[in-house]
């Protein structure tokens, strides 16, 4: 099983800052990485698919980078509905499996 | 728009069972793998289980293999779980999502808004 760790485990920003989340696999997941932003009572949205992808309607602001076993997920400036826990995926083995997760909190 | 509607969430004792089902709708639902995911309270996200468009394959997690059934009925839009022999640490929210992308594995483009199921005498 490929174990994906994020850090840091929290962040604290204030809106208008940028965010930077981490995301390390244990193995090679090549570019088959997504990462998703789930808010309190919601389900969770994809945000970035294939590592570097914006999904449908996400903002420009989310960009994802990275390959094989690092990954990052920046946020270039935050505004106040971003402020959530952010998981990364990957789906290059079975069983597919997500990150612990970043929870992104208002400084 | 595409919608995913969960039920059959509820409060089972350990050892029992329950069937979730999600009614899928503003989507073409015969084209898509679809899967469960789950949330224990305050916990991060568990992809438990993967269903082909045909409903010809199936994949699950380890912790419910044998446990779970996954099924589909493309006539009715719908995607069922089959849960047997629930143990507490099967409590949790459990998703229906759409999953998407060529080669391996999947990510999910759009989830319902989850049941809960909570395992508890």
């Known amino acids: 099983e490929i174990v994906l760790t994020q850090s840091p485990a929290t962040l604290s920003l204030s809106p208008g800052e940028g965010a930077t989340l981490s995301c390390r696999a244990s193995h090679s997941v090549s570019k088959y990485l997504a990462w998703y932003q789930q808010k309190p009572d919601q389900a969770p949205r994809l945000l970035i698919y294939d590592a570097s992808k914006r999904a449908t309607g996400i903002p420009a602001r989310f960009s994802g980078s990275g390959s094989g076993t690092d990954f990052t997920l920046t946020i270039s400036s935050l505004e106040p509905e971003d402020f959530a826990v952010y998981y990364c995926?990957?789906?290059?083995?079975?069983?597919?499996?997500f990150g612990g997760g970043t929870k992104v909190e208002i400084k | 728009q595409v919608e995913l509607v969960e039920s059959g969430g509820g409060l089972v004792k350990p050892g029992g069972s329950l069937r979730l089902s999600c009614a899928a709708s503003g989507f073409t639902f015969s084209d898509y793998y679809m899967s469960w995911i789950r949330q224990a309270p305050g916990k991060g996200l568990e992809w438990i289980s993967y269903i082909s468009n045909s409903g010809s394959s199936e994949m699950y997690t380890d912790s419910v293999e044998g446990r779970f059934t996954v099924s589909r009925d493309n006539a009715k839009n719908s995607l069922y779980l089959q849960m047997n022999t629930l143990r507490a640490e099967d409590t949790a929210v459990y998703y229906c999502?759409?999953?998407?992308?060529?080669?391996?594995?999947?990510?999910?483009?759009?989830w319902g808004q989850g049941t809960l199921v909570t395992v508890s005498s």
């Open positions: 995926q990957q789906r290059s083995n079975w069983p597919l499996t």
């Open positions: 999502v759409r999953a998407v992308g060529y080669g391996p594995g999947a990510h999910f483009d759009y």
